[in-house]
């Protein structure tokens, strides 16, 4: 997968993109990132990208023809995302992170200052993305976030590690309490049924757990969630345990 980031700050991605799986999804030829500076495509002459906004106000607004410029001399084939990084954009899931893993190429806009030209919104870009209900400074830490979702699902990037599928989010539930040696530390102790390692049982429990957390945490997540009937049994255990220690 190719992704075109059109940013004012391309030496922000230098870290984090020469990290971890960013790093090794690169060397494996299963992503390229190509940073563009918006500021190489403003028409003024003295490499201004932002002016005051009409009808007055604070702050300034990112103008429209250097990102206008820069999508046009990237030239992608018709159907390519160009997804503009907006406080204002929908929501960013695991389930849009997915839809875009499939997509042989995506050019993604970083929005700063004030905000953007409302015209790169309606004509320039095919989708708007947040990721999350507070304000960045810029699109650039929201770019990075997007970026490391869709990698780690493009394939070979992860190889034997978990299985993306079973993670928290792609089953619509929080993920289960973790623990590895030392069996105790500090007096805390690792639960009995992970120590015994019968397989059936600590699937079970693992299960129960995940249902647990999220209802104690994410509610809002389970009717989403693809219950079976042996969940609705755990949650039914869930909720009866909570009724007795309150
Ligand atoms: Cl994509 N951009 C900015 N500037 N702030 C954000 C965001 C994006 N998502 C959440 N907050």
Same mark, same amino acid.
């Given at each position: ?14 870290? %984090?993109?020469?990290?971890?799986? &960013?790093?090794?999804?690169?060397v494996?030829?299963a &992503?390229r ?7 190489d ?12 906004p ?15 410029a ?5 030239? %992608? ?13 929908? %929501? ?5 992170a ?25 004509? &320039?870009a ?9 304000? &960045? ?9 997007l ?7 493009? %394939? ?63 509610p ?12 609705r049994?755990?949650?039914a255990?869930?909720?009866?345990e ?5």
């Amino acid at each position: 997968m190719v992704v075109d980031v059109v940013t004012l700050f391309p030496e922000y991605f230098s870290g %984090p993109l020469n990290c971890s799986v &960013l790093a090794r999804a690169q060397v494996a030829g299963a &992503l390229r990132v190509r940073l563009w500076n918006l500021r190489d495509f403003t028409p003024d002459k003295h490499g201004k990208v932002d002016d005051t906004p009409y009808g007055g106000g604070p702050g300034m607004v990112l103008r429209p023809e250097p990102f206008f410029a820069a999508v046009a001399a990237l030239a %992608p084939p018709e159907g390519t995302p160009v997804i503009l990084l907006t406080p204002q954009g929908e %929501p960013l899931t695991q389930r849009r992170a997915a839809a875009l893993a499939k997509q042989e190429r995506i050019v993604v806009l970083c929005g700063h200052y004030e905000g953007v030209d409302e015209r790169v919104r309606g004509r &320039l870009a095919t989708e708007e993305l947040s990721i999350g209900d507070y304000v &960045l400074s810029g699109g650039e830490p929201a770019a990075l976030v997007l970026i490391d979702a869709v990698a780690r699902l493009l %394939p070979g990037v992860l190889g034997n590690e978990a299985s993306p599928e079973e993670e928290s989010f792609s089953t619509g539930l929080l993920e289960y309490p973790q623990y590895t040696r030392p069996a105790e530390y500090a007096g805390l102790e690792v639960p009995e049924v992970l120590r015994r390692g019968h397989h059936a049982e600590v699937r079970r429990w693992r299960r129960k757990e995940a249902l647990r957390r999220t209802y104690l945490r994410r509610p809002e997540l389970l009717p989403r969630a693809a219950l079976t009937e042996e969940d609705r049994q755990l949650l039914a255990e869930i909720i009866e345990e909570l009724s007795e220690t309150t």
